[in-house]
């Protein structure tokens, strides 16, 4: 249609659009703009692409794996002349909920790749929040859906994008909350000059709010303009067609996809692998929110439930190896006063250079693979993986290397704080059983053959070297089965089962490895 609108720059330009998933055309030759102030409304049958299409629009397509390409061509502009961005609203809304509903706008905020200062990106998220009416010392937890849409909105209209997404904003919502989320969608066009584009089945809610509505036909495998009336035609006669897509794959077919998984996710590790220093790098979008992440990591991984937990494992085997040694040594009336400081001195060298270091790699790999494997898998199913690729936050930058410098520097501490309280423990268990020796005399023993001339106890190298292969092997098995798709809550707790075992499993190998070189070594 010719009209002023022409004379204008589209915020979202479509000029021959098309995606192809799994060498499938989903649609293709799609053209379109849609300017400031305008709501497009999206609509076609389940499985149809819809959510492909909000993803290709937000940069996230090739986030989640798979075979997808994008055809033609699509523009995102911003009155500004800059390159335009989209921001999107995920149907499960994606909120941090690790952070309040404060923290949440700000972090759209400290992302926006506006231009503005921080100083105008701040009072730009305040305006947001103070127009929505948030509340914003609210927990996320306790705040009603109706609140929880409004953040989420307020999160991307901080982010200060030129289009913004929203994939099913009504699902699951009563007749008055979908008209109050419509609501929400009209006005964040009309009063910000964003252009808006909504992906729903309940199109109902939408009328006399969308300017465009587009029938995503899978038939024709066309997205094309439609009447509102023509798109209750379509609904209509797909009615039935809808529940035939619904259907699952043959049992081949999963087979099939089961066995890509597992060769994909074997080249992954591979190449996770090579690309482990790159990933070490703190290449942080925002420095203070990178720095937020890894104080997040660290506390989930070392402190302080981690603290009691390593501490009492030292407890026992500082316990159970200094009794049992003395208790059922052979002949140890005869034997023991004879051989008592190299008896000493063996366990002290057992505790420190073995039996502490495995205990620890093993207890790491159940209590802080499974927590890391838990938080990111939660992430990954709630969407708040690709809420921060939205926000040009890279999980792999913000998460993966934030897991990997905490497992560095927790791991270690865990260790020396296991081996401290497990050498407090053997002392005592050593002057209980021998009344008439002394701690000084257990300690000149116990240490015997870990006393070097330099700083650190002899082995401290070796002790560095694998308890670092330990940190960095269960973080990155973690990230891993945390990372994986995860369409239901069963797969997140599939996921840190995943996880424990292959971290367990991959500790056991890289302490059977050292003790070989190690040892043999002297």
């Known amino acids: 249609m010719a009209s002023k609108e022409d004379n204008r720059t589209p915020l979202l330009s479509a000029k021959g659009f098309g995606i192809t998933a799994g060498g499938r055309t989903l649609f293709s030759g799609a053209d379109f703009n849609l300017y400031p102030g305008q709501v497009a409304l999206v609509a076609g049958p389940s499985g149809s692409g819809k959510t492909l299409l909000l993803k290709a629009l937000c940069g996230l397509l090739d986030a989640g794996g798979g075979n997808f390409g994008i055809a033609g061509k699509i523009e995102l502009n911003s009155p500004t002349g800059r390159r335009g961005t989209a921001g999107m609203v995920f149907q499960e809304l994606a909120l941090f909920d690790d952070l309040t509903a ?14 503005k200062s921080g100083r105008e990106r701040r009072a730009w998220a305040d305006k947001v929040a103070a127009d929505l009416e948030i509340d914003l010392d609210i927990p996320l937890g306790s705040a009603s859906q109706g609140q929880r849409q409004k953040v989420a909105l307020a999160r991307t209209l901080a982010f200060d994008a030129d289009v913004i997404l929203f994939d099913e904003p009504t699902s699951g919502l009563d007749p008055r909350q979908s008209r109050v989320v419509a609501g929400l969608v009209r006005r964040a066009a009309k009063e910000y000059g964003k252009a808006a584009v909504v992906v729903t089945h309940e199109y109902e809610y939408f009328r006399g709010i969308a300017d465009l509505v587009l029938l995503l036909n899978p038939q024709s495998r066309t997205l094309s303009p439609v009447t509102l009336g023509q798109l209750d035609a379509f609904a209509a006669s797909e009615e039935h067609a809808a529940s035939a897509h619904a259907k699952a794959p043959g049992a081949v077919r999963r087979a099939a996809s089961r066995a890509a998984d597992f060769f994909d996710a074997t080249a992954s590790a591979a190449i996770e692998a090579a690309l482990l220093p790159w990933r070490l790098l703190p290449l942080w979008r925002s420095p203070a929110w990178g720095l937020r992440f890894f104080l997040r990591y660290l506390s989930l991984v070392a402190f302080p439930s981690a603290l009691a937990y390593i501490a009492i494992a030292g407890v026992i085997a500082g316990v159970v190896t200094t009794y049992f040694t003395f208790e059922y040594f052979p002949f140890k009336r005869f034997t023991e006063p004879i051989i008592i400081d190299d008896i000493l001195a063996s366990l002290g060298y057992a505790q420190y250079r073995l039996i ?61 704080l296991s081996f401290a309280v497990s050498q407090f423990a053997s002392m005592i268990v050593y002057v ?35 308890t670092a292969a330990t940190a960095l092997g269960v973080a990155a098995v973690s990230w891993s089965r945390g990372m994986a798709p995860k369409p239901s809550a069963s797969s997140v707790n599939s996921g840190i089962t995943s996880a424990v075992i292959r971290a367990t499993l991959l500790v056991l190998a890289i302490h059977a490895v050292f003790a070989f070189f190690e040892f043999s070594s002297g």
């Open 432 to 466: 209980f059983m021998h009344p008439q020796s002394s701690p000084m005399f257990w300690s000149h023993h116990f240490f015997g053959l870990l006393r070097s001339d330099g700083l650190f106890y002899k082995g401290t190298d070796w002790l560095a070297a694998k």
């Open 356 to 416: 502490v270091p495995v205990l620890v790699a093993l207890l790491v790999a159940a209590r802080c693979g499974a927590a890391a494997a838990s938080d990111v898998g939660g992430r990954v199913y709630a969407k708040q993986a690709d809420a921060l690729r939205s926000f040009g936050a890279d999980p792999a930058r913000y998460i993966y290397a934030n897991m990997l410098w905490a497992f560095l520097a927790g791991v270690p501490v865990l260790t020396a």
């Open 102 to 115: 404060s923290q949440n706008i700000r972090f759209g905020a400290d992302h926006s790749k506006s231009g």
